[in-house]
């Protein structure tokens, strides 16, 4: 089974929509709970101090997980760096993707933008496990300078997903800034599925691109790790 890591700022309050607990809800899913230390903070000291409070929160997040479908476990950790705690644990974990949070309710339609280098074989197989036999549509995006070409490779994604007896769309932005075009796209969907585009995990999913992805849609993003 596929797993979705879904980090959460377990000590400030940071809440999982029902909505995205519900689109996991065909994934295993480990939820982790982090903490970001001051640096002069022993984690050994923060986790005696704060252990009990933040399990107690993560029992619950995960038992929400659980009631939607989904196998789930949680990790803690108490950290001076977020970004190598999480591409830690995703490496330790298997995890093939990363959830950016976000509020939605029940996800009716997802944009999945195959823009940029992106691995779209890996992209769809994910999105066609993630679906499944929920009633969810996709809407393809593609921003390209040529239209025929561009047409080509969007029939040929959406096919894929058809076979699977997914209901999909397509959308192309011809000569258009590809990440103006695809905050656009974002209207009208309740949350994104996007492809790793540099060789790391750090580099997008910490990255400019993915944060203001993020910052334009109120729903959650999900992010499908480059297979090394």
Known sequence: MTRVLVPVAVLEGESVSTGLTQLLAPMDVTVLGYHVLPEQTPPDQARLQYEDRANEALDDLVAEFQ?????????LVFTHDREQTVVRVADETDSRAY????????????LVPLTGGVAVDEILSFVAELVGDQDIGVTLFLANDSEQEGRDRLDQAAAVLSEDGIDVSTELAVETAPFDALVEAVAGHDAVVMGEQAPSLRSLVFGEETERVAAETVGPVVVVRRDE
């Open 67 to 75: 009631q939607a479908g989904s196998r789930a476990d949680h990790r």
């Open 99 to 110: 959830a950016i949070t976000g509020m939605t309710g029940p996800v009716e339609r997802l």
